[in-house]
């Protein structure tokens, strides 16, 4: 079937910039997304200075679920955490599908990248009795992919290995590729970790309609274009100057430490895990999606100070 | 007694499987796997393989970020969401370990509603991150998935996907089924804990928000579900692919050494723990003294400055390219001493009774009373470790469903408490994939000094300071490798740690 941009807003009965996720479970989208994927584009998955969070992320993924992800929509070709494939073998796949796919396979990179040392602060195979470091990686299929999704906020803006005094001397992807000349595209999608939605979402708006509005942070503004305070259910409460004052009141949660006031993404409306919750109702905005959060906006919490 | 060999080495300590007949002619071959895929986290193994089994092991972790060195100088207080990020697998894990430190730091107490809280958190993790392992870490060692991409390439050989057609597409199904019951326990972990991966609501002294009766009914209505598929499905399929591996019960024996250092604190004291704290050395039960636990960093790419501290005092220099040195792991022993951590290690220290399945495979009546250590010695070993954690997965998912009703709507779930000007604080947790520990020194209400002691450092540990390998390594001696190319009973075993 034909499938436009304008359908799938009319099936969502929402305005362009909130599509919801939720709604990719309807059978015309699935189709569709399946028609766009026909020969299911390849994908590179590796692995940095992580934690192996934004893997986990998208494991929650409700719609389209995981399984229909990756048996239905794209093929991994590699990817540490779930492939059957361990060492050279697994080496070798990747190297043929970069090889075969050049200049049409979308790399995914979660983690940030060290350059101390070399690179050696992060060592992610060995072929032939080489040592490969994530530096050299991210050089080798950056430069051969047709676009990069940098997933999470070590990728998108170096993270937590990044944050003072950054021992390992961790970068981000854009960073390491703009030192070293490489021009591909690159989409961050950060969040530490990012909701799944924002990872399948990206990756859905990539095959049907190409890479899609970036703001100055490289980030999809579908996603990332919100301030959380503008739209947060307890802003009324801030108005009226009700704070929380400790974890379990009512009121406005900015006296906790709640970064909804500097935080863009839309959390509010989306909620994670399926929607049971999300951070501000249960706690407090941390900022994971903003460049630099955990210095910038350190400290995290302000309850209970003496 | 001990099987943990000194530092010549030379004993095997796992006993001689059936070394396939082709092997036989070769010398001496190294074989390095790097990367050991589907586990968390970037690890390498190098052995050498002779006469068809290996007859030496280095495990080498290959990354490091500095969590230890980031987190001085910060406010104590943000060290339960900065510990979070070691781990995407288990973040609920060293959220909980950290947040006990500063409980023991702040000199506070959650109250009970809280505990419990914190307790579902934890355990939804603990469901989850073992579907999980089993499933879509450890099975496609032993289940032919689909022929498609990220399912080939895979070692092939005789023998190495033998489970009957209709078992194994009933554990190929079972993937996907499990795909959707660990995202499920996520979910009921999110309605506590805001989101998951890396949780918002565990903070020191107890949790963010107050339960709703509205919550505790969904939470069980999830949990429900996910505990039938444990009790129904992951537990069988174990041992149904337990049955077709029995030559696995005497593989990866390992150092025998097990530590725990408890988990799911069943008072408000924070005493006595669903599973216990304890070791077991040399054959013998001992209590756990936490004191007793050193870092040794001679073969870690560390200062060697660092070595065999305990963690209060412990330090973290990087000194990468240090003479014999081969892993970013340190090597943490407990009395001079490798111990395996881990669902091993819990359900030998605390001995709960076990399943029907577990009976029915043990050949014991239905209404007999065995326990744990009923399975001898075949509990140490690659399928010993499987069972291990699928009976534990049960014993924790009827937790779930148990503790959330002892939940009050509405009830208090935190204590608040200013930042102490110095103080210290010891916070033992365990992971789903073993002990976790936290030590935090503050001083001038910063932190002076965050060490922390991860399962995959207990392990994967290299050798320590005085050359005895580490537990996986151990683990790994004699193991049966027929074709050097597809060396897969050595990541077999590897992956039943759950590194």
Request: aromatic content about 8%; overall charge neutral.
């Amino acid at each position: 079937m034909e499938f436009s941009r304008r359908d799938f807003i009319k099936l969502c009965g929402a305005s362009a910039a909130g599509i919801g996720l939720s709604q990719l479970a309807h059978p015309a989208i699935v189709q569709a997304l399946e028609k766009a994927a026909a020969g299911n584009p390849p994908v590179i998955w590796i692995m940095g200075q992580g934690c192996t969070g934004c893997s986990v992320s998208i494991l929650n993924t409700v719609h389209p679920t995981i399984a229909e992800v990756l048996l239905k929509i794209i093929s991994m070709k590699f990817h540490e955490t779930i492939m059957a494939a361990s060492g050279e073998l697994a080496l070798e796949a990747q190297e043929k599908a970069a090889k075969e796919y050049a200049g049409k396979f979308y790399l995914v990179v979660e983690g940030s990248i060290p350059t101390n040392e070399n690179g050696m602060y992060c060592q992610i195979g060995t072929m032939k009795g080489e040592t490969r470091t994530m530096l050299k990686e991210v050089l080798h299929l950056g430069e051969k992919a047709a676009a990069v999704v940098a997933v999470g906020t070590d990728a998108t803006h170096g993270g937590i290995p990044a944050a003072k005094p950054n021992p390992t001397g961790a970068k981000s992807v854009s960073e390491i590729f703009k030192a070293n000349g490489i021009k591909t595209p690159v989409i961050n999608v950060p969040g530490c970790p990012p909701n799944p939605d924002w990872m399948v979402g990206t990756l859905a708006h990539v095959l049907l309609w190409g890479v899609p509005q970036l703001d100055g942070e490289g980030r999809p503004v579908l996603f990332y274009g919100t301030l959380i305070h503008d739209n947060c259910p307890y802003r009324g409460y801030y108005e009226y100057g009700v704070f929380a004052k400790e974890f379990g009141d009512d009121g406005c949660r900015v006296k906790l430490g709640c970064k909804g006031p500097e935080t863009y993404a839309d959390c509010w409306k989306r909620k994670w895990n399926g929607g049971v919750n999300w951070c501000v109702q249960n706690a407090i905005c941390i900022g994971c999606v903003q460049p630099d959060f955990w210095d910038k906006y350190a400290p995290i919490y302000y309850h209970s100070i003496a | 007694m001990a099987t943990c060999f000194g530092p010549s080495g030379g004993k095997e300590a796992a006993p001689a499987a059936k070394a396939p007949a082709a092997a036989a002619a070769a010398g001496p071959k190294k074989i390095v796997v790097d990367p050991v895929t589907r586990i968390e986290g970037h690890l390498k193994v190098e052995v050498t393989v002779a006469e068809g089994k290996v007859v030496e092991a280095r495990t080498t972790g290959g990354m490091f970020r500095g969590f230890e060195i980031i987190l001085r100088g910060r406010d104590p207080r943000d060290a339960s969401q900065i510990t979070q990020r070691i781990c995407g697998v288990c973040p609920t894990e060293h959220c909980q370990a950290s947040v006990y430190a500063l409980d023991d730091a702040f000199g506070v107490k959650p109250p009970t509603n809280g505990r419990h809280v914190r307790n579902l958190i934890h355990a939804s993790n603990y469901v989850s991150s073992h579907i999980l392992h089993f499933y879509h870490l450890a099975a496609l060692d032993y289940v032919k998935g689909p022929d498609t991409a990220p399912f080939i390439p895979r070692y092939e050989g005789p023998d190495f996907y033998r489970l009957p057609k209709d078992v194994n597409d009933a554990a190929v199904a079972q993937y996907v089924k499990g795909l959707d019951m660990r995202r499920k326990a996520q979910e009921a972990l999110a309605i506590f804990g805001g989101r998951m991966p890396h949780v918002q609501g565990v903070v020191v002294g107890g949790t963010t928000e107050k339960p709703t009766a509205e919550q505790i009914v969904q939470y069980v209505w999830i949990m429900k579900e996910v505990q039938q598929f444990v009790q129904e499905t992951y537990v069988p399929t174990v041992y149904a692919v337990a049955g077709a591996y029995k030559d696995l019960f005497a593989v990866g024996t390992g150092c025998k050494n097990l530590l725990s250092t408890g988990v799911f604190p069943m008072d408000d004291d924070n005493k006595t723990h669903l599973f216990k704290r304890g070791v077991y050395t040399d054959g013998k039960d001992y209590p756990l003294d936490p004191m007793q636990i050193r870092e040794q960093v001679k073969y870690s790419w560390y200062d060697d400055s660092c070595t065999n501290k305990q963690p209060f005092d412990g330090c973290t220099i990087p000194k990468y390219g240090k003479s014999g040195a081969y892993s970013f792991v340190k090597a943490p022993r407990y009395n001079g001493k490798p111990h395996e951590v881990g669902p091993l290690a819990r359900m030998w220290i605390t001995d709960p009774p076990v399943s029907g399945a577990a009976k029915k495979f043990l050949g014991v009546p239905a209404d007999s009373k065995a326990t744990f250590r009923a399975l001898g010695d075949k509990a140490f070993s690659v399928m010993g470790r499987h069972a291990a954690r699928a009976e534990e997965c049960a014993i924790v998912a009827d937790k779930c469903i148990e503790w959330a009703l002892q939940l009050k709507p509405g009830g208090d779930t935190i204590k608040s408490a200013p930042v102490p000007d110095s103080a210290k604080g010891m916070g033992l947790n365990e992971a789903a994939r073993g002990s976790v520990s936290h030590w935090i020194v503050i001083k001038n209400k910063k932190i002076d000094n965050y060490q922390v002691v991860s399962p995959t450092l207990w392990n994967a540990s290299p050798r320590d300071d005085s050359g005895v390998p580490g537990p996986i390594e151990q683990a790994l001696i004699g193991t049966p490798v027929a074709d050097p190319e597809n060396p897969i009973n050595v990541v077999r075993v590897i992956r039943a740690f759950d590194p």
